[in-house]
Each structure stands twice: as C-alpha cells, then as structure tokens.
Nanobody, 122 residues
Framework: QLQASGGGLVQTGGSLRLSCAASGRTLNTHSVGWFRQAPGREREFVAAISWRDSTTHYANSVKGRFSISRDKTRNTVNLHMNFLKPDDTAVYSC?????????????????WGQGTQVTVSS
C-alpha cells in the first residue's frame, strides 16, 4: 500500500529525492515518517511530517541536510536529501499512521512500504 522510490547511487555531497506513494488510501490524512536501515544496524528514524499542519520532525543526524514535504495533489510525501554522506547509505522506507502528529516512534506506524536503496560512495 506504500511504495518508496527514488533511491540510487550518488557520490558524497550529492542529492537524491525519495518519494512515498500510497495506493488505496490517502496520505493527506496520515502522518508519514521515513526510516532507514543499514546492514548490521537497527532501523533508524530519519524524518516525519504530520498530516494536520505539516509539522516536521528530523533526526539530529540529518537536520539541515534533509527536508520532508507533502505533495497533496500527487498524494505523495517526499524526502529531499542533500549533502549526502557515506553514513547515509541504507534502505529507506516510508511508513504512515492516522494520528495528527509527526513522530519518531516506530510502534505508532500502522502501514509500511517496501524500501528503496540509497548508496553514497566516498
């Protein structure tokens, strides 16, 4: 029901835009979060956006480099990633929940999508 796309291979300092699309439900009434998981590491919160007023919340590791936004006409939530570092290499997944606030808490998310691979070369 959720599908993340836009991953790829990029050099250090480069940019990518990930997109989270939903089928069968509208993201306009769901708060959406992005999470990532690198090999051998636990899943990590990246960013989230609320559905009520588009309040955003970021992990400290991506503040100032990543930006999350909604495209209500396309029913998508995008993650703009700038100044990428090798440590950003991971599978990125999006998730959604119907509560009105942005959250880093994994257990709040009811719907998860397949991830997209982001690889940052040094």
């Amino acid at each position: 029901q959720l599908q993340a796309s836009g991953g790829g291979l990029v050099q250090t300092g480069g940019s990518l835009r990930l997109s989270c699309a939903a089928s069968g439900r509208t993201l306009n009434t769901h708060s959406v979060g992005w999470f990532r998981q690198a090999p051998g590491r636990e899943r990590e919160f990246v960013a989230a956006i609320s559905w009520r007023d588009s309040t955003t919340h970021y992990a400290n590791s991506v503040k100032g480099r990543f930006s999350i936004s909604r495209d209500k006409t396309r029913n998508t939530v995008n993650l703009h990633m700038n100044f990428l570092k090798p440590d950003d290499t991971a599978v990125y997944s999006c998730a959604a929940h119907p509560r009105s606030y942005a959250s880093a808490e994994v257990s709040l998310y009811d719907y998860w999508g397949q991830g997209t691979q982001v690889t940052v070369s040094s």
